[in-house]
Antibody, heavy 125, light 108 residues
Framework: EVQLVESGGGLVQPGGSLRLSCAASGFTFSSYWMSWVRQAPGKGLEWVANIKQDGSEKYYVDSVRGRFTISRDNAKNSLYLQMESLRAEDTTVYYC??????????????????WGQGTTVTVSS | EIVLTQSPGTLSLSPGERATLSCRASQIVTSSFLAWYQQKPGQAPRLLMYGASSRATGIPDRFSGSGSGTDFTLTISRLEPEDFAVYYCQQYTGSPWTFGQGTKVEIK
């Protein structure tokens, strides 16, 4: 079964740090771009970061650039999100997602086709 | 950054009715680099469409997508009970990827 399982969420004080993990199984992890997406309670979805299969390319939303670092360990089939200088507005559920690439007329189209169940991060004093 | 605005915010319909959801972009979404997701309460999102009009694996054909440029539409031809959920459009033209704020399809 194709599966993603996040862990590492919890309560942290403003300015603190936290590392999220996402364990992948049931597919060849090293063949896929991966993503982190977050969702504040009762709010919409916000894309956070993407990482290429070999980790050579990383992209971030402006609000986390310089504070969060996405990384991966293909030998361990794991994706990570290191979060520093956490703020109250970082309080959300964090999902990891697999990015699938579809080829339409030689153009790459992307979709996040497998998602974890989410892990909750609460930033509060 | 491309801002996606979805309308309406809430759609109240009965099972069997047709649902039409709109997603408007603040600038052109190149090559229809647009996806749609469905999210039910307490669940992770589910990929429905990519490339504006291509259904993802396992998505029933009552779901269809259309549009180009700045205006996109997701249509559910006949609502089934399991289709009542929140729907998000998302563009992947470039970084940052962005989502719309969502349209809730609720039972009337």
């Amino acid at each position: 079964e194709v599966q993603l399982v996040e862990s590492g969420g919890g309560l942290v004080q403003p300015g603190g740090s936290l590392r999220l993990s996402c364990a992948a199984s049931g597919f060849t992890f090293s063949s896929y771009w991966m993503s982190w997406v977050r969702q504040a309670p009762g709010k919409g979805l916000e894309w956070v970061a993407n990482i290429k299969q070999d980790g050579s390319e990383k992209y971030y939303v402006d609000s986390v650039r310089g504070r969060f670092t996405i990384s991966r360990d293909n030998a361990k089939n794991s994706l990570y999100l290191q979060m520093e200088s956490l703020r109250a507005e970082d309080t959300t559920v964090y999902y990891c997602a697999r990015i699938v690439v579809y080829d339409i007329l030689t153009l790459p189209h992307y979709g996040m086709d497998v998602w974890g169940q989410g892990t909750t991060v609460t930033v509060s004093s | 950054e491309i801002v996606l605005t979805q309308s309406p915010g809430t759609l109240s319909l009965s099972p069997g009715e047709r649902a039409t959801l709109s997603c408007r972009a603040s600038q052109i979404v190149t090559s229809s680099f647009l996806a749609w997701y469905q999210q039910k309460p307490g669940q992770a999102p589910r990929l429905l469409m990519y490339g504006a009009s291509s259904r993802a694996t396992g998505i029933p054909d009552r779901f269809s997508g259309s549009g180009s440029g700045t205006d996109f539409t997701l249509t559910i031809s006949r609502l089934e009970p399991e289709d009542f959920a929140v729907y998000y459009c998302q563009q992947y033209t470039g970084s940052p990827w962005t989502f719309g704020q969502g349209t809730k399809v609720e039972i009337k």
